[in-house]
């Protein structure tokens, strides 16, 4: 592929932009400068080096996030800093989205991709893909409530009770869920329906994909074929 492509491809900036950048010697193929944006360039193993960082190149984009709390998953964001905030521009360039989307004061496991049909298998219901969440409660958890849980409850809106694929109590006022489904607000709603209170939600896993425990909040990284495997692979009850 021609230099000035790929760049365009990674969300480096327009091919006009793109141009003018390779032209004014700012980018190292593979660790050394090259000013000519019609080269031609292998994909395999490439690294572009522009602005005094080293990328590689990814045909797309698959990312994870550990979210912080107070920060809304969305572009235009009413009143918080934006999730797309704390990725670098030309991830958002190259049209990376949230793949769901989790509370303002929720943390955890976020994925961003430009991978359309990901993104769809990811989220969509005929799919359902589990999501591991870990909520901590106002009330204890009682047998009752997890019981309850696991029946299924009745929401707003939802014509079948809807049921947690497993639910485990961690102690006190904390209980593991893991939920089919990625409804609007579910778990606060699921653990409302219960008559307790969620006071702090976090999402450990997607899938049989767990959040890094060395990925400080706030901070991302791309995810590598074999974690797309454990995201995408069927839900057994191995996580509880
Ligand atoms: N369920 C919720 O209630 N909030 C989230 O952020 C995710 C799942």
Not at 77 to 94: G, K
Not at 98 to 117: A, I
Not at 155 to 181: G, Y
Request: proline share 6%.
């Amino acid at each position: 592929m021609k230099l000035y492509r790929v760049l365009q491809s990674q969300g480096f900036g327009s091919r006009k932009g793109s141009m003018v950048r390779i032209r004014a010697g700012e980018v190292a193929v593979n660790g050394v400068v090259c000013d000519d944006p019609e080269a031609e360039v292998d994909l395999s193993g490439l690294e572009l080096t522009l602005d005094g960082l080293t990328w590689p190149y990814r045909e797309k984009a698959y990312v994870l996030m550990h979210k912080p709390a107070g920060y809304e998953c969305s572009h235009h964001p009413s009143h918080h800093p934006s999730v797309f905030s704390l990725l670098p521009p030309h991830l958002l360039q190259r049209g990376a989205q949230c793949v769901g989307r989790l509370d303002q004061d929720t943390t955890g496991l976020l994925l961003f991709s430009d991978d359309g049909q990901f993104i769809h298998r990811m989220i969509s219901p005929k799919k359902s893909v589990a999501k591991v969440y870990r909520a901590v409660c106002a009330d204890p958890v009682s047998d009752a409530m997890l019981d309850v849980l696991r029946g299924g409850v009745q929401l707003n809106d939802e014509p079948a009770l809807i049921a947690a694929l497993a639910c485990d109590r961690l102690d006190t006022r904390t209980l593991r869920l893991t939920l089919a489904e990625g409804k609007y607000h579910q778990v606060k709603r699921m653990i409302g329906a219960t008559g307790n209170r969620v006071e702090a939600l976090h999402r450990e896993a997607i899938g049989h994909y767990a959040l890094p425990a060395d990925l400080p909040p706030g901070s991302w990284c791309w995810l590598e074929p074999e974690d797309l495997k454990q995201l995408e692979q069927p839900w057994r009850s191995v996580m509880s």
